[in-house]
């Protein structure tokens, strides 16, 4: 089952902070985030395991609430270049392997 | 350069025609994975695979099949190609927790 993502868009003016939710009615081991430019492929941000821990990558940072089955993606002081749609994902690892569930994603537009 | 490279970029073809969408990487990473991405739903996985000769499937797999007969290859094979196919199509593989993209395929079934 797919993880849920809020909200489905956000629009934001450069400098201004944003916060994408990502949430799933399944247990959460690790929660991958990634980011997706128009007309190009998704790349990789950060991954964030058990634990509560919290990572950052430049002004972009992450939560990881395990037991609410919740992650938060921070945006600080939003700069055009994070325009593009925003992934969580999780994996499901059974006895064949690990397969990936993505969320819907979030839109997000930074205008100057 | 590290990458994962799909061919081809672009497909039009019609209902019931078999083809191949191929996917390369050349960073010797065991896990590969086919994704599919349509508007509102963002990537779904069709097939993954752990190593040479181990696939699964993933949460769309009807309709495609796969192969991983050598580590760096992992073909979608679409036997007989439906509408409800039309979609923009990632290869990806992954070594430990970060996934490596291929640039996509827009196929068109019509």
């Known amino acids: 089952q797919q993880p849920v993502q809020s909200p489905q868009a956000v629009i934001l003016r450069e400098g201004e902070d944003a916060v994408i939710n990502c949430s799933s009615s399944k247990a959460l081991y690790s929660v991958h985030w990634y980011r997706q430019k128009h007309g190009e492929a998704p790349v990789f941000l950060m991954i964030?395991?058990?634990?509560?821990e919290q990572k950052g990558h430049d002004k972009i940072s992450a939560s990881f609430n395990e037991k609410k089955q919740q992650s938060s993606l921070y945006l600080t002081a939003s700069q055009l270049s994070y325009s593009g749609t925003y992934f969580c994902g999780t994996e499901m690892v059974n006895n064949y392997g690990q397969n990936f569930v993505f969320g819907p994603g979030t839109r997000l537009s930074v205008l100057p | 350069e590290a990458q994962v490279t799909q061919n081809p970029r672009y497909l039009i073809t019609v209902t019931g025609k078999k083809l191949t969408v191929t996917c390369s990487q050349n960073?010797?990473?065991?896990?590969m994975s086919w994704y599919r991405q349509d508007p509102g739903l963002g990537l779904r996985q069709i097939y993954y695979s752990m190593n040479v000769e181990v696939t699964d499937k993933g949460d769309v797999p009807e309709g495609y099949k796969v192969s991983r007969k050598e580590k760096r290859n992992f073909p979608l094979i679409l036997e007989s190609p439906s509408p409800n196919q039309t979609s923009l199509y990632f290869c990806a593989s992954k070594k430990r927790y970060e996934q490596y993209f291929g640039p996509g395929t827009r196929l068109t079934v019509t």
């Open positions: 960073m010797n990473h065991e896990y």
């Open positions: 964030l395991l058990k634990g509560g």
